[in-house]
C-alpha cells in the first residue's frame, strides 16, 4: 500500500486498490513512473489523460477524472454505477444494507434488500429503504410520520392502507355471521380491530428497537407496511448472544399481549363485540408469533437460528448461509402447503365451503408470503458478502494523489502542476499550507480548456468542512459511515499527524462498493 509523499505532495490511491502494495515507500519524486505530463494542460477530462502507472510500470487505469467519465452520471458529483436508493439496513440481520458513501452511492440490488420485510404482522426484518442514498435526509421518511417513541420514527407506509381496508372487509364478513345484529356497523368494528392489530405490530417492533437502542445500535425508522413492520436497525450485533436477543424479543412480545388478550377475554362475555375482538387479537398475535418463529431469514426465528449457527461455528457468514438457505425452503413451503392446508380444511372450515374465489385467494396469498421470504432470504445472502467485503474499502487505497496550490492560482497553471508529478486532484491551501478547501471535480470538468488560464482555483472550490476531513486510516463501513455523516463529492484525507494525504472521490468509493457487491465470497 503507498504510503503519503508528504503534506507538500500527498499521495493518493487509484480506482484498483488491487495495485496496491502493503510497505511501498513515499512517492515524493515528480519523475515518479507514475507522473504522466499532460502536454495539452487540459485537466481532468477523462480522454485527455494517459493512464497513470504504480511503483512497478503496470497500467493501473488511473486517469486524472474517473469520477467523471461514467455515461451514467446524473449529478455534480459524478458519480455513477447505476445508483439506487439503499437503504436499508435491517434488524439485526446481516442483510441490513450498509450505506453507501456521500454523493449518491449504489444500493444492494432490489428486491428489498430491501424487499424485505418478510415478517408478517412484524419483526425484525431489513427495511425497505436504504444501502436510502448517502446523502440522508434528517427524516428518512417512508410513508405518514405517526410518531417518535423512544426517538425513533414511526412510519405508517402507504402499502398499509390497503392491508387495512382488506382487514375490514375480511373480518367485517365474519363479525355479519357472528354477530349479525350490528349489521353495516360491522364494518367500523372490522377497521378497529385493523387498528389494533398494528399498533399490536408496532409493540412488536418497538421490542426489536428498546433492544437495538439496549446493545448501542442506531434503529433508522420504524415502518408499518402490507404485511406487517420492520425496525430498521443500521449496525449488526456484535455477538451471536446479541443477535438471539434482538431477534427474540419481537416474537415473545407477541406471546405476551396474546397472553394479555386472552386474560382480559376472561371477565368479558362472549358472543359480544368485545369477547370477538379481543378474540381476534389474541389469535393474530399468536399466529404473528408463531410465523416469525419460522426459523428462516428474514423472520425473527431465522435470525435466531442464524445465531445459534454463528455460536457453533464462529463465523456470521455462516450462520447467514444456513439460515437463508433453510428461508428459501420455507419460502417453497409456503407456496406449496398453505393453498394444501386451507384446502384440507387443516387451518379450519369445512373443505366443501371452500372453492373458487377463496382458492385463487389462498394461493396468491401464498405465492406473495413465498415471494417475500425468498426475495429477503437471497438479500441476506448478499448482504452478508457484501458485509465480508467491506474491510476492502479502505480509505488510504481509494485517495488520490493531490497537489497543493493557493488561492489565486490559475486553473490552467494548476492542472499542469497537478499533471507533472500525476496528481488527480487539487487542495487550495493558505500561505502557510493549511488546506482551505477542495477543487470540484465536476467544476473543472465545466470549465473549457481556453478559460483555464483566467479562472482561479478558488472560484471552484468548496470549502472544507470538519466533516470533510477524512483519517486515512479509515476502512469498511467505520469509512461509509464518517462520509454519509457529511454528504460531499470530494474529502479531505489526513494522516493522524494532521499532513495532507490525498483526496477522496465519492464516486471512486461508489465504484469500490459496486465492485464488492458484485464479487463473489
Given amino acids: 500500500m503507498d504510503e503519503s509523499g508528504g503534506s507538500g505532495q500527498p499521495r493518493s490511491g487509484n480506482d484498483r486498490a488491487t495495485d496496491r502494495h502493503e510497505g511501498q515507500p513515499p512517492r515524493t519524486d515528480p519523475s515518479h513512473p507514475e507522473a504522466t505530463p499532460d502536454t495539452t494542460g487540459s485537466g481532468p ?158 409493540v412488536h417492533e418497538l421490542a426489536h428497537t428498546v433492544a437495538a437502542l439496549r446493545f448501542k445500535l442506531p434503529v433508522r425508522r420504524i415502518q408499518l407496511q402490507f404485511f406487517g413492520g420492520v425496525s430498521e436497525i443500521e449496525k449488526e450485533a456484535e455477538t451471536p448472544g446479541r443477535e438471539f436477543v434482538l431477534a427474540f424479543v419481537g416474537p415473545l412480545l407477541s406471546l405476551v399481549l396474546a397472553g394479555v388478550f386472552y386474560l382480559a377475554m376472561s371477565p368479558v362475555e362472549p358472543g359480544t363485540v368485545p369477547g370477538v375482538l379481543l378474540a381476534g387479537l389474541m389469535i393474530s398475535n399468536l399466529i404473528v408469533a408463531a410465523f416469525n418463529l419460522l426459523p428462516g431469514l428474514p423472520l425473527d426465528g431465522g435470525r435466531m437460528l442464524r445465531a445459534v449457527v454463528w455460536k457453533i461455528t464462529g463465523t456470521p457468514m455462516s450462520g447467514t448461509v444456513a439460515a437463508a438457505w433453510v428461508g428459501r425452503a420455507l419460502a417453497i413451503a409456503v407456496l406449496i402447503g398453505l393453498p394444501l392446508l386451507t384446502q384440507t380444511g387443516a387451518l379450519g372450515g369445512d373443505p366443501e365451503d371452500i372453492g373458487g374465489m377463496d382458492t385463487v385467494t389462498d394461493a396468491l396469498l401464498a405465492a406473495i408470503l413465498a415471494a417475500i421470504i425468498w426475495t429477503g432470504a437471497g438479500n441476506s445472502l448478499r448482504m452478508a458478502r457484501l458485509r465480508e467485503h467491506l474491510p476492502e474499502l479502505r480509505a488510504r487505497a481509494l485517495t488520490r494523489r493531490a497537489v497543493p496550490v493557493e488561492t489565486d492560482t490559475p486553473l490552467s497553471e494548476a492542472l499542469r502542476r497537478a499533471n507533472e508529478v500525476g496528481a488527480r486532484a487539487l487542495v487550495v491551501v493558505d500561505a502557510e499550507g493549511e488546506p482551505l478547501s477542495l477543487v470540484r471535480e465536476a467544476a473543472i470538468v465545466g470549465v473549457p480548456e481556453h478559460r483555464r488560464p483566467w479562472v482561479a482555483v478558488s472560484g471552484l472550490a468548496q470549502d472544507l468542512t470538519e466533516g470533510m476531513r477524512v483519517s486515512a486510516e479509515l476502512s469498511g463501513e467505520e469509512l461509509l459511515d464518517v462520509l454519509r455523516a457529511t454528504p460531499a463529492t470530494e474529502y479531505l484525507v489526513v494522516e493522524d499527524t494532521g499532513a495532507i494525504y490525498g483526496v477522496l472521490s465519492a464516486a471512486d468509493v461508489e465504484r469500490a462498493f459496486v465492485r464488492a457487491m458484485a464479487r463473489p465470497s
Avoid at 504504480?54 to 447505476?82: E, L, N, Q, V
Fill in 45 to 202: 477530462a477523462p480522454e485527455e489523460q494517459a493512464p497513470a502507472e504504480d511503483a512497478h510500470g503496470r497500467d493501473t487505469g488511473a486517469k486524472p477524472s474517473d469520477a467523471s467519465d461514467s455515461s451514467d452520471s446524473s449529478d455534480s458529483s459524478g458519480s455513477s454505477d447505476g445508483s439506487v436508493s439503499p437503504g436499508v439496513s435491517g434488524t439485526p440481520d446481516p442483510s441490513g444494507t450498509p450505506d453507501p458513501p456521500a454523493g449518491r452511492a449504489p444500493a444492494a440490488p432490489r428486491g428489498r434488500t430491501e424487499a424485505s420485510s418478510g415478517n408478517t404482522g412484524g419483526g425484525a426484518g431489513t427495511g425497505a429503504g436504504g444501502p436510502r442514498g448517502p446523502r440522508r435526509p434528517k427524516d428518512p421518511g417512508g410513508g405518514l410520520l405517526m410518531g417518535r417513541p423512544f426517538g425513533v420514527p414511526v412510519y405508517v407506509a402507504p402499502s398499509w392502507f390497503l392491508v387495512a381496508a382488506l382487514i375490514t372487509w375480511v373480518f367485517g364478513g365474519q363479525l355479519d355471521r357472528v354477530l349479525p345484529e350490528l349489521g353495516a356497523a360491522r364494518y367500523l368494528v372490522s377497521l378497529f380491530f385493523a387498528v389494533a392489530f398494528y399498533a399490536s405490530v408496532l
